[in-house]
């Protein structure tokens, strides 16, 4: 973050691990003259498994941005059948958030939009309900309230989907509590992440901390991940726990977990945003 | 542990939640010349519900311990309805382990018990397998190999029955990989901990590590229960977990395993021996 | 917090210990028919040490509080030189913050005073900046802005001292980064509690974070303790720590650190409104 | 660890940052047919910082190591003024250990060994005391008493050099009491590494854990690091920390730090075996 780029460019890669792929890569960026700032690599398998990479590098001023990728395409991605995303400092990308009426992780968001912790620009929160618009439009974010009326959800998520489309790159759930169809999912265009609490066992259901509560859980925690049509069991981004014990009641139980949500969904969302996060069928590779 | 005592006594009760009940019992034991070292409480509701109780305790030299619990049960335990023990120092509980191949939990057992860490004899080691002989030997505990070929669970069950009556007060399963009857635990009559590994989300069946790497989790833990007819799902004593990422492999995940279930069970058993966990239905009260 | 009350009054209680004190006090609190609800208590040594009592419970309607407290003096307090206090549901203590340019500490304690995780009123923040006016009066708290010029500290500090004189019961500096004078802690008469970053091992000094990560440090905490003349060495309330890495560089250090101190702090404070805070020489006891 | 080699070699390197070195190393690793299994990099800055580089790799059957390091220096290393090591699948390197009278941390090293998890033959345990000298060569590990009279530090420390020399490429303390000097250090040509007990605040000298307790610290914590003549300021490998409360007295913190030292220590040189830990002046880069 901060006022000076740590990198100009930032290249990823996902694709069938061989021999090569490495010399192919850094012999490109070093042929373009970048200086490698940090890079991080991975193989899920050396033999037949899938190789992963996220560079970030500087380039001498007055390299052609739109030249690089193209030769990148021809002399070295098409070779290694990548999947590949090239990503330039200043490039923001939007995210919009869906919230309900709990604020911690909203507020947890916002707030680190503002400290320059997160590198997005936050383009809109929409809520089923309206409790969370004044501190909304405090941070300067616009808010809409689309209601989500019993038989109303089809039409819901229609309104929802005309916000996002072409406005944001990114989707937060931060405590949205609606369930949101895989016809929604599949149209909306971009990831999306979610928050929800954890616990060993699950409690899977309503009242999740009474009855985790009743069965005397030692640990609470939340887990980040990405959305898909398998409910709350996308690839998980970050989890974390806090521990507890028979004292407290199902109120502490809930702040405590309020405080775990709220972290690990802002961590999970500033992983996301730093394309340190990358998907490997159903889980995740963090770099 | 050590050579001098912190206590004499040791007094637990539960018993329904009323008012007067702590003012009964430290009215009966400053009446006795006792001198409290440390009590803890809890009630889980106090109209209605549940009260629990745990005091150590100095008496004065030449204090009739039998008629003391007499004295105890008449003027105070009956007329709360309490369930109550009172235990003495230097009456120490016998514990016998089941285990399998695995030797992270037993070896630790074995380790903290020689340490004084654990206020127990280890009066019989019992495994379906051959293998940690030379180890529990070594230790100085009698090693008792009862295997359990297909179709001899039962008369396995008898073997180890027969093992226990009358030897030991605890039970402990250290990592062992058979299911135990419900018949066999009706028969113990003593209380049983088990150890099982816990991921964030739980992963039950065969190769849970696999599954787990596969999953891509971020959390590693375990958990140590009381026993009970319900499979891996009884009252919680202790939990906890360790982090991990994509880098380690099945095989490390396994080995950040055998850490956390060693410690989690080590501890469990500490504090069963210590009577620090009084159960209170499905869960634990852990002062 | 909520709206019903978990108790109708708190007794705490500090005495050189001796048998018979818990007697005394839960006979006397029976005799009033209160009704404990929790009961926490520790001793630092059966003889020759220090006893240290928590209790809250219920009395029935119509019961005379100011008589009570006079009863439980005559007949309790003094024949065990108590150093002891009663408080009654709905006395909400009153609470100062002083901060400087960090907003994270300030924001985190007005967002759970709102919540209602903090049980106080916010009656005022002082600041020798102006920069966080705008969030304190957007949460309804008055905001002063006492700049601390050379040489000016000891006219600041009086201008403090009136502000707090009589309007509050406990002062938090939440990253108030002036050293406040002997003179200054003597008159304030009530607690404050400070937040300072820890590490392992310490960096006392200027710009920690940047010799913390020079060093190669893997753990970086806070820890939030009363403030005494001994700078940033009075009784520990509560510590934590987070796990970090080489990658991770001065800046997202100091991020990881904002949100520890942030978190520790608030946890030190609702210890502290709760009462559930002994002070015990130079460490607390914490129920 | 296992039957099956994870890799065939291992390339270690540290050399002043500038554009090119990965292309080059990759480069060359491809040419020579080597496959890559995982590589992870770091710069302490681009422009005037230092890189660093860890890479496992197979090579095709047949191949020449001798020749290939020769090749890799001339093609390489030469031109990036490179520190640089290669290391191949089942050059075992050999680990002494010194110890005192603790066997915590010498256990868990051995049964550490005994399960595969430690990379490393354990070829001499040397204490000053007898008393573990029966685990020692129960784990069939020879033991050598060494005994340190007062007045008597520089023979033994000359008998220990006779001891090592050309015996061991790795030396643990495992918490060895004795101060050792600095012309032993300077002699002994192979890496040390140390474990302490760490807490916030830090207690130097005699008597931490009672100095703590009475300081009521709420995290025990341990750090492992490389012993350099600047007593217990070395370059930091692996930290952690347990949480503890006023409840536990002084011999229940000493049992929480065997636990957390054991395995920081043990983690330590785990990571060490697998040349994870590259040193960077004052600190560690831990891959």
Redesign the interface.
């Known amino acids: 973050?901060?006022e000076q780029p740590h990198y100009t460019g930032r290249l990823l890669i996902s694709c069938p691990d061989?021999?090569?792929i490495?010399?192919a890569v850094?012999?490109f960026?070093?042929a373009q003259?970048?200086?490698?700032?940090?890079?991080?690599?991975?193989?899920s398998d050396?033999?037949g498994g899938r190789f992963f990479l996220r560079t970030e590098f500087?380039l001498p001023d007055g390299c052609d941005r739109a030249a690089l990728a193209e030769v990148f395409a021809e002399e070295v991605a098409d070779r290694f059948e990548m999947d590949w995303q090239l990503r330039w400092w200043g490039e923001r990308r939007r995210t919009a958030i869906l919230v309900s009426r709990q604020?911690?992780c909203l507020?947890d968001l916002l707030?680190r939009r503002r400290?320059g912790?997160l590198d997005t620009d936050i383009v809109a929160v929409i809520s089923n309900h309206p409790d969370l618009e004044r501190e909304t439009l405090?941070a300067g974010v616009p808010f809409h309230h689309v209601p989500v009326p019993d038989g109303g959800k089809a039409q819901a998520e229609e309104r929802m989907l005309e916000l996002l489309e072409g406005n944001a790159e990114l989707l937060v759930l931060a405590r949205y509590m609606q369930v949101l169809s895989d016809g929604f999912l599949a149209r909306i265009g971009m990831p999306a992440i979610n928050i929800h609490h954890?616990?060993?066992?699950?409690f899977p259901g309503a009242e999740p901390y009474r009855r985790a509560h009743?069965?005397?859980?030692?640990?609470i925690?939340a887990?980040a991940h990405y959305v898909t049509a398998r409910l709350d069991?996308g690839?998980?981004i970050?989890?974390?726990?806090v521990?507890v014990?028979?004292?407290q009641g199902v109120?502490e139980l809930e702040?405590v977990g309020r405080?775990v949500e709220r972290?690990v969904l802002s961590r999970a969302v500033s992983l996301h945003l730093q394309d340190r996060v990358l998907p490997?069928g159903?889980?995740?590779?963090?770099f």
Chains 1, 2, 3, 4 share one sequence.
Do not use: C
């Not at 009743?214 to 640990?219: D, F, S, Y």
């Open positions: 973050m901060g061989r021999p090569g490495v010399a850094s012999g960026l070093f003259r970048a200086n490698i700032v940090s890079s991080h690599q991975y193989s050396p033999s500087f604020d911690h507020l707030w400290r912790e405090a954890s616990f060993l066992p699950a009743e069965r005397g859980v030692k640990l925690g887990t069991d690839p998980i970050d989890q974390d726990v521990r014990d028979h004292r109120e702040r405080d972290l490997d159903r889980r995740t590779i963090v």
